[in-house]
T-cell receptor, first 113, second 115 residues
C-alpha cells in the first residue's frame, strides 16, 4: 500500500477555508484516496473519497492532480466543531489488497474563534 | 441504520489479567476490522475478517491477542495476559466490501487501561 505524508498540525480561524495536503508518491493504479475525521473519544468518520480530479460533497472537496501523487482536502468556512484529526489513506477499494492499512498520525486541525 | 456497536466502553484491569471486547458490525457488512489506537497515534490495524475468515492478522500479537468472528457477524477480541503497553482504545470497524479503501464505519471504541 502507498505510504502517505501529511502535516502534523494546522491552525485556522473560524470562517476560513482550510486546505490539508497529503503526499502519496507511490500510489498504485487501483488505489483510491480517502480522508477520515476523528474527534476526541470517537472512532474515525469517513469524509470523502476520490480517484482523480475533483470530488465534492456537503462537507468537503478533494482535489487530485493528474499525476495523483498528492491530494488536497479542502474544508470551506471552518467552524470550531471542525477541530479534529484528519487522516489521509490510500488503498484499493475493491478486491482487497494485502498489507497493512496505515492511518499515520494524521493532521491535527485546531480552529480558533 | 444502526452503527457499529462495541462494549464495554471502558475497562480497567491489572497487568497479567485477561480482557475481552465485543463488536457488532453494521448489518450486511461482510468485512470487520479491529484496530488499536494508542494516545496520540493513528489507528493501527490488528486483524481483518471477511465474513468469518481472517484476511490479515499480520499485526496481531498472537502470543497474547486472539480474535474470532463466529457466524460472520459479531466478533470478540481477547487479550491474555495484558501488559501495560496494551493500554489503548480498541476500535472496531466494518465495511461492505473487502478493499481497505472501502468506507469503514467505526464504533465508539473501548478504552482499556492496564495498571
Amino acid at each position: 500500500l502507498a505510504k502517505t505524508t501529511q502535516p502534523i498540525s494546522m491552525d485556522s480561524y473560524e470562517g476560513q477555508e482550510v486546505n490539508i495536503t497529503c503526499s502519496h508518491n507511490n500510489i498504485a493504479t487501483n488505489d483510491y484516496i480517502t480522508w477520515y475525521q476523528q474527534f476526541p473519544s470517537q472512532g474515525p468518520r469517513f469524509i470523502i473519497q476520490g480517484y482523480k480530479t475533483k470530488v465534492t460533497n456537503e462537507v468537503a472537496s478533494l482535489f487530485i492532480p493528474a499525476d495523483r501523487k498528492s491530494s488536497t482536502l479542502s474544508l470551506p468556512r471552518v467552524s470550531l466543531s471542525d477541530t479534529a484529526v484528519y487522516y489521509c489513506l490510500v488503498g484499493e477499494r475493491y478486491g482487497g489488497s494485502q498489507g497493512n492499512l496505515i492511518f499515520g498520525k494524521g493532521t491535527k486541525l485546531s480552529v480558533k474563534p | 441504520e444502526a452503527g457499529v456497536a462495541q462494549s464495554p466502553r471502558y475497562k480497567i484491569i491489572e497487568k497479567r489479567q485477561s480482557v475481552a471486547f465485543w463488536c457488532n458490525p453494521i448489518s450486511g457488512h461482510a468485512t470487520l476490522y479491529w484496530y488499536q489506537q494508542i494516545l496520540g497515534q493513528g489507528p493501527k490495524l490488528l486483524i481483518q475478517f471477511q465474513n468469518n475468515g481472517v484476511v490479515d492478522d499480520s499485526q496481531l500479537p498472537k502470543d497474547r491477542f486472539s480474535a474470532e468472528r463466529l457466524k460472520g457477524v459479531d466478533s470478540t477480541l481477547k487479550i491474555q495476559p495484558a501488559k501495560l503497553e496494551d493500554s489503548a482504545v480498541y476500535l472496531c470497524a466494518s465495511s461492505l466490501f473487502r478493499g481497505r479503501a472501502d468506507e469503514q464505519f467505526f464504533g465508539p471504541g473501548t478504552r482499556l487501561t492496564v495498571l
